[in-house]
């Protein structure tokens, strides 16, 4: 499992609760963003927005963090997010009905909402909490459509050091049967933290990845089985499920 560590926990017991064992080698680690100048300068400013859009938990956790210590949420500013986990922790963050794709998980899938098409965007400010880097589509996309887009950066990502011997010992030994890579990042990121010849040692167990960008990141870094898998925890588990029977 190569997620952050704080995203780690529920898909690591899921596996373990189904009679496997779960690795922790975490290929991403996220922090606070180390100026929190743009935080502060958007907080007097949150009624000015239509639409605040967080990229993932890890964005919802960093900006609300900052703002709720600050000031309530303005009532009139709406949420929006991608994905059934950053969903769950805007619900329990006390947001109702916030905008979420429910087919897809990706920027494509928020882009194709209606709440994000062009009749109802354009001329609306938006407000985008995400972390350092990243891609533009969802802010492009949405400034050709007419829309206002600011970006607010509330967390980094770094790739952390890791014991290389975590994940090549079992793998040497035939006991590692599965990478699971949740990001294109993470595959940049696993593969700087091994030399060439201990990356060939990885580059041998298959690899679970949730998103075609990541799955294509993955076969270009040399993995030999690559498997696809639905986006989310049930689409992983899924896919583990039917290749491992």
Same mark, same amino acid.
């Given at each position: 499992?190569? !997620? @952050?560590? *704080?995203?780690? %926990?529920?898909?690591?017991r899921?596996i *373990?609760?189904?009679?496997?064992?779960?690795?922790?080698?975490?290929?991403?680690?996220? =922090?606070p963003?180390?100026? @929190?100048?743009?935080?502060?300068?958007?907080?007097?400013?949150?009624?000015?927005?239509?639409?605040? $859009? $967080?990229?993932?938990?890890?964005?919802?956790h960093?900006?609300?963090e900052?703002?709720?210590?600050?000031r =309530?949420?303005?009532?009139?500013?709406?949420v929006?997010t991608?994905?059934?986990?950053?969903?769950?922790?805007?619900?329990? !963050?006390?947001f109702?009905?916030?905008?979420?794709?429910?087919?897809g998980f990706?920027?494509?899938?928020?882009?194709?909402?209606? *709440?994000?098409?062009?009749?109802?965007? !354009?001329?609306?400010?938006v407000?985008?909490?995400?972390?350092?880097?990243?891609?533009?589509?969802?802010?492009d996309?949405?400034?050709?459509?007419?829309a206002?887009?600011?970006?607010?950066?509330?967390?980094?990502r770094?790739? @952390?050091?890791l014991?290389p011997?975590?994940?090549?010992?079992?793998?040497a030994? %035939?006991?590692?049967? %599965?990478l699971? #890579?949740?990001?294109s990042?993470?595959?940049?990121n696993l593969?700087s933290? $091994?030399?060439? %010849?201990?990356?060939?040692?990885?580059?041998a167990? @298959?690899?679970?990845?949730?998103h075609?960008?990541i799955?294509?990141?993955a076969? *270009?870094?040399g993995?030999?089985?690559?498997?696809?898998?639905p986006?989310?925890?049930?689409?992983? #588990?899924?896919?583990l499920?039917?290749? $491992?029977?």
């Open positions: 499992m190569t !997620r @952050p560590l *704080e995203q780690a %926990g529920s898909l690591c899921r *373990e609760a189904a009679g496997g064992t779960a690795i922790r080698f975490p290929v991403l680690a996220i =922090a963003a180390p100026d @929190p100048a743009q935080l502060e300068a958007i907080v007097p400013r949150l009624d000015e927005f239509d639409l605040a $859009f $967080f990229v993932s938990p890890n964005a919802i960093h900006a609300l900052f703002v709720l210590a600050r =309530a949420w303005p009532a009139g500013l709406r929006a991608v994905g059934k986990g950053s969903e769950r922790v805007l619900l329990e !963050r006390g109702r009905d916030p905008v979420v794709p429910q087919d990706d920027s494509e899938s928020v882009l194709a909402l209606p *709440e994000f098409s062009a009749g109802a965007i !354009r001329g609306r400010k407000l985008i909490f995400r972390g350092d880097g990243g891609r533009d589509l969802i802010r996309t949405l400034r050709e459509r007419g206002h887009v600011e970006y607010v950066t509330c967390y980094r770094y790739c @952390p050091k014991d011997a975590i994940l090549l010992q079992p793998a030994h %035939g006991k590692l049967d %599965g699971l #890579l949740t990001s990042e993470g595959v940049r593969c933290m $091994f030399g060439a %010849g201990d990356l060939r040692v990885l580059q167990v @298959p690899v679970f990845a949730s075609a960008r799955a294509a990141e076969r *270009e870094a993995f030999a089985v690559v498997i696809e898998t986006a989310g925890d049930e689409g992983l #588990l899924q896919a499920t039917r290749h $491992f029977g």
